[in-house]
Nanobody, 119 residues
Framework: QVQLVESGGGLVQAGGSLRLSCAAS????????MGWYRQAPGKQRELVAR???????IYADSVKGRFTISRENAKNTVYLQMNSLKPEDTAVYYC?????????????WGQGTQVTVSS
């Protein structure tokens, strides 16, 4: 069974830092894009950052210069380093990966990890 397991969320004061990790496990043939999304109460889920196998990156404008996404392909793991956190970064953060674990590529989601930034 293929799954994404996240860790690293929590409560932090404004200006602080957190590092999220997400590891893919199971019978995985290959992983394409990996990324992080977030969903705040009453809002739609939005892309935070995404990284391709070759390293190309996409960031939401709201996190540019503060968040850094990276991945370790050998460990099937993606990270999100979050610095200079703001209260508006408070949300449930979801890991996402496009993976081939059978005949086709499918989109997989983690269970979500809560990030709360206090003012």
């Amino acid at each position: 069974q293929v799954q994404l397991v996240e860790s690293g969320g929590g409560l932090v004061q404004a200006g602080g830092s957190l590092r999220l990790s997400c590891a893919a496990s199971g019978s995985i043939f290959s992983i394409n894009a990996m990324g992080w999304y977030r969903q705040a109460p009453g809002k739609q889920r939005e892309l935070v950052a995404r990284i391709m196998p070759g390293g190309s990156l996409i960031y939401a404008d709201s996190v540019k210069g503060r968040f850094t996404i990276s991945r370790e392909n050998a460990k099937n793991t993606v990270y999100l380093q979050m610095n200079s956190l703001k209260p508006e970064d408070t949300a449930v953060y979801y890991c996402n990966a496009a993976m081939v674990a059978g005949p086709y590529e499918n989109n997989y989601w983690g269970q979500g990890t809560q990030v709360t930034v206090s003012s």
